[in-house]
């Protein structure tokens, strides 16, 4: 089928005021994470704002079409987005678009693409050969198990057996020497893949709005992440953070470490008996929650 566009007018308006580029006319920004990892920032959308102001205005423009005349007492920029964000009124949050490259560990990458709002294009490890990258923390900083959840927890393990560790972590680079040669000798790239660890190194475009990018946050720069892909989200905050402030503070201050009450919670507080359930699991969460608050 022809489709004929040729009569169609394209009027090419320009900005009404002056305008910025918010990444300050770089290709990209970079935040290095551990020894191999990468959180590049390769794109905003609006990669230009009025001066004077941020990307935040993008935010605003579109909580404008919907409330209308409506904003009159919240029409302070500011005002409106901490208000937004405090309603949950996400849409206009949406307006606002980031693309990444991130290298990071396979590990790391299960969990992130749970996510499932983001457009992700991974590298191929079918196609090309894997980088000879791999993540090993430093024996100073190997977790124990927690013994409270089934989590890593804070306390590091005793240094002998930190060492044992990262021994057996060190065991990946005997592993692709291998993979090297069964590739120099035919071996098909998708199947010689297979035999590497999960601390092999991927990477990948990541584009996502910024409503979705900030759920993703709360949930990955929260306490019972895992550490390495809490370092992975605190570098995209901090990239973020300049081109949003005023989101991105507004974010910190009602959503990161906000804590949720259920209605059985609130009629605890409230009638101060306790919590009404016989579930332990529950009970653990109420008394962190009540450390929390100081209760
Ligand atoms: C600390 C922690 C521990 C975890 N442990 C496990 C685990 O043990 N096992 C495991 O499998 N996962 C685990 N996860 C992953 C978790 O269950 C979620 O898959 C992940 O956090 C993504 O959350 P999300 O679905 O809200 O995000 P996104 O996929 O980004 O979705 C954002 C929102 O969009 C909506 N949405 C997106 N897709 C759909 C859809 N198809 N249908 C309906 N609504 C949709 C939902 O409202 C969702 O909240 C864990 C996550 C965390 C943070």
Redesign the pocket.
């Known amino acids: 089928m022809n489709v004929d566009v040729s009569n169609i007018r394209i009027e090419k308006k320009e900005p009404e005021g002056e305008m910025f580029d918010v990444m300050g006319g770089s290709a990209r920004w970079e935040v290095k994470v551990h020894d191999h990892g990468l959180v590049a920032l390769c794109d905003v959308m609006p990669r230009m704002a009025p001066v004077g102001k941020t990307a935040d205005f993008a935010i605003v423009q579109a909580a404008r079409v919907s409330y209308g005349q409506g904003t009159k007492q919240v029409n302070e920029d500011r005002g409106l987005i901490r208000y937004l964000a405090r309603h949950r009124h996400t849409t206009p949050f949406e307006m606002v678009e980031f693309k990444f490259h991130h290298v990071m560990p396979i590990f790391v990458a299960r ?1 992130w693409i ?5 457009n992700v294009n991974e590298y191929s490890a079918r196609y090309s050969v894997v980088k000879d990258r791999f993540y090993k923390p430093s024996v100073q900083s190997v977790r124990k198990q927690s013994t409270v959840n089934r ?1 890593g927890g804070d306390e590091l393990i005793d240094e002998m057996t930190a060492k044992e560790f990262c021994d057996y972590l060190d065991k990946a680079d005997a592993l692709y020497a291998d993979y090297e040669k069964l590739l120099e000798k035919g071996v098909s790239r998708e199947l010689a893949r297979i035999g590497l660890p999960v601390n092999a190194f991927t990477e990948w475009y990541w584009k996502c709005d910024l409503h ?1 990018l900030l ?2 946050l709360s ?2 720069m ?1 306490a ?3 550490q390495e892909i809490r370092d992975y989200a605190t570098a995209m905050f901090a990239l973020i953070q300049p081109i949003v402030p005023i989101a991105a503070e507004a974010f910190m201050d009602y959503h990161l470490g906000a804590v949720q009450l259920s209605r059985l919670e609130v009629e605890a507080i409230k009638s101060g008996q306790g919590l009404k359930t016989e579930n332990k699991r529950e009970n653990a969460e109420w008394e962190e929650k009540k450390k929390s608050l100081g209760l």
């Open positions: 969990q749970r996510h499932r709002t983001a989590q979705n759920h993703f949930l990955r929260d019972h992440a895992q």
